[in-house]
């Protein structure tokens, strides 16, 4: 019956994992598509630039695309390898503490952001410092 204050509960520990597990899904999906995608512009520009040697102004579009793709791409590997990081916290049962000063990160905030590592004090300072 006794519970800690700065332990989430069974039932909030099992929503947030299959929330962190879905957004797993969608962020490797993502991955998955944007480098695929990038991978065929990259076909495609090369075979431009053998077949027309005027076309650079496409080219340089195509790779600005590729870019961003490749972005987008390495972007969602980093959110997978932050929510596989909490799901490892939620096995370890230290899911929800803030990694800056210990204290639980509000269950309203986890559910907004699940892989959230810091509180909304501490994650303030940190981008605060950063700029
Ligand atoms: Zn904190």
Redesign the pocket.
Known sequence: MTSTSTSPSAKFLTAQRSELLSRRESYLADMARSTATALELTEDGANQDMADEDGFGEGDTLNVERDRLLVVASEAKERVAEIDAALARVDAGTYGA?E??G?PIPEARLEVVPEAT??V??KTGASLRRK
Do not use: I, P, V
Request: contains cysteine.
């Open positions: 803030c800056a000063c204290k810091l509180c004090n501490c």
